[in-house]
């Protein structure tokens, strides 16, 4: 019985210590603020754009 509290208690300390996962964290974290800002940055240029060729179908049409 203390032989499987000790190697229980020594493999919680090992989790608690072990650091290997936590650039993984950081890394998906940068990825999810690069994603949101690109999707901000998608959704502003998209409306530039969709003004842009507004303005071109509208003077086309005017011209023919």
């Known amino acids: 019985m ?35 800002g690109a999707t901000v940055a998608m959704s502003s240029l998209s409306t530039a754009i969709n003004g842009v060729f507004a303005a071109i179908s509208s003077t086309l049409g005017s011209v023919s």
């Open 2 to 36: 203390n032989l499987q509290l000790f190697s229980l208690i020594s493999r919680v300390k090992y989790l608690l210590s072990d650091d290997r996962g936590q650039d993984l964290v950081e890394y998906a974290l940068v990825v999810a603020i690069i994603a949101l």
